[in-house]
């Protein structure tokens, strides 16, 4: 089967080059060393510290990211742990309250009242953790999307070409419903029926 890799818009085919090797010429890595500063604790008191570390960065084109196969996915481990953290002293006063009422010889100090001051102090103060352990569910949930349709994505992603001289991107056949063939589209135009096809347009 002979496939027509011609740009449609200028009907040229010497600037032409695949979409993921287009990508892949857009993301370098390197490393190199950084300084660091801090507060020690010594067994005089504390202390200045200084130090270098290694470190590694990924650079991208803005011609890579405009071509990206799915969206950054974002961290949710450091934010788990944060939110757990906050929660830390809620589950304080929970175990304070729950001793307190346990020692009491008065048995009517544990009525309704008492429950429901509790509930709402402990509420409040374990509100903060509890947004910030929703904001990584709903992370968790957006990463998990981005990595069920990265397989249909894909598939769409790496049959484009792009032309560099019209700046456009193409698919010479169409590999999907939906994705038309011998069309140039703009990288943000190219990125949306790329991301749609792996379900993930909207997040």
Avoid at 77 to 88: E, N, Q
Avoid at 91 to 104: D, H, K, Q, Y
Wanted: hydrophobic share 45%.
């Amino acid at each position: 089967m002979d496939i027509d890799i011609s740009c449609p818009a200028c009907g040229r085919m010497d600037l032409i080059q695949s979409v993921p090797a287009v990508h892949s010429d857009g993301v370098s890595t390197s490393s190199g060393m950084d300084l660091y500063s801090g507060v020690g604790i010594a067994a005089n008191g504390l202390v200045p510290v200084f130090g270098s570390a290694t470190v590694e960065r990924t650079h991208t084109t803005a011609l890579a990211r405009s071509l990206a196969r799915e969206p950054n996915q974002r961290p949710v481990a450091r934010i788990t742990v944060l939110g757990l953290l906050l929660l830390l002293p809620a589950l304080l006063v929970v175990v304070m309250s729950i001793a307190s009422a346990a020692t009491s010889n008065n048995p009517e100090a544990t009525h309704v009242g008492f429950l429901a001051g509790a509930a709402l102090f402990v509420g409040g103060i374990a509100a903060p953790g509890l947004f910030v352990l929703g904001v990584a569910a709903l992370r968790g949930r957006r990463n998990g999307r981005i990595s069920r349709g990265r397989r249909n994505a894909h598939s769409v992603w790496q049959s484009a070409f792009y032309c560099h001289r019209c700046g456009s991107a193409f698919w010479p056949f169409s590999p999907a419903p939906g994705v038309p063939a011998r069309q140039a589209f703009a990288p943000q135009h190219f990125r949306w029926f790329v991301w749609n096809a792996g379900g993930y347009a909207n997040v």
